[in-house]
């Protein structure tokens, strides 16, 4: 029997990338010392894979499919098909960035004052790369964790970390010379799956069925009864993807309202609904958004 291999990122993303399958339809249940989850897809096998390693194994075909930064393809410089964004991560829906941080103190104020410095990073392909491209030469090393530490106590002359506020870095007592690199997950295909039919159809209802699982956090439906009387004030508040949906009710007087708005806005749309005749507001979560 055919299958997809899947890779689920191991770590930080482990468990918001099961949450975003769960909503699009797949429940991945990961095993106890055991690094082949099961999923409710007689179609797919899962393997969970550190971030860092993914793109390597989609691009040599041990893995037809998975997910990881845009960063660690870069670093890796690996050949595969990126299927789509989806920004999505354990504590917010914005995009990561790989920043150069130094001390408060430090004499640095660009990259182009790190030449004949030290710098200490886990990504040190695209580092390397970043400050030659900037005719910086530095002494870049790897680093095998507690970045930021290397840096407070003088072991380097600054560090590229990943960050998602800064707020981390600031605590440390540290400051972001400038940001290097905007990242996103991204969702990656081995070339020659893709030319097979049955394993590109299969990438493709998950890249759709992702994606429309994304899309729908970020809006929600609102359901309203309003007087005929009032239906072109009320209408005319509203946002909607097209034309609101309106229906009569059994008393014909009065119709029932349907429409999918942003979530953000929800706080001060109702109030003003609320006064312009709508009754019986309801709102509720979306799952999906195709």
């Not at 990961?30 to 969970?48: E, G, K, T, V, W």
């Not at 710098?119 to 910086?136: C, D, M, S």
């Not at 940001?179 to 493709?204: G, Q, V």
Request: hydrophobic share 40%; with cysteine.
């Amino acid at each position: 029997m055919q299958k997809l291999k899947l890779g689920i990122p191991k770590g930080s993303l482990e468990s918001s990338t099961i949450s975003l399958f769960k909503q699009a339809g797949w429940n991945i249940t990961p095993r106890s010392r055991n690094y082949f989850p099961s999923i409710n897809d007689a179609d797919i096998q899962c393997a969970l894979v550190r971030s860092q390693e993914m793109a390597p194994y989609v691009a040599n075909g041990t893995l037809d499919l998975g997910l990881t930064g845009h960063d660690w393809i870069l670093e890796t410089e690996s050949d595969v098909e990126e299927i789509c964004e989806l920004v999505y991560s354990k504590s917010s829906d914005q995009p990561c960035r790989w920043v150069l941080v130094v001390p408060q103190d430090s004499p640095i104020r660009s990259p182009q004052d790190l030449n004949g410095k030290r710098v200490a990073t886990e990504l040190v392909g695209f580092t390397r790369r970043y400050l030659a491209e900037q005719g910086v030469e530095a002494q870049v090393e790897f680093s095998w964790g507690a970045t930021e530490a290397k840096v407070v106590e003088g072991l380097v002359d600054a560090v590229v970390e990943i960050t998602e506020t800064g707020s981390t870095i600031k605590a440390h007592g540290l400051r972001i010379v400038c940001d290097m690199l905007y990242t996103e997950t991204r969702l990656i295909s081995n070339r020659k799956a893709l030319a097979d039919p049955w394993k590109r159809a299969k990438i493709e209802q998950i890249a759709m069925l992702l994606q429309a699982s994304l899309k729908a956090r970020q809006k929600v439906a609102l359901k309203m009864n309003v007087p005929s009387s009032k239906l072109d004030d009320v209408v005319a508040i509203l946002p909607s993807l097209h034309a609101p949906t309106v229906n009569h009710l059994f008393d014909r007087e009065w119709l029932a309202v349907e429409t999918v708005v942003d979530s953000n806005d929800v706080r001060d749309l109702i109030p003003r609904l609320k006064s312009a005749g709508a009754e019986g507001i309801l709102e509720y979560e979306l799952r999906k958004m195709v």
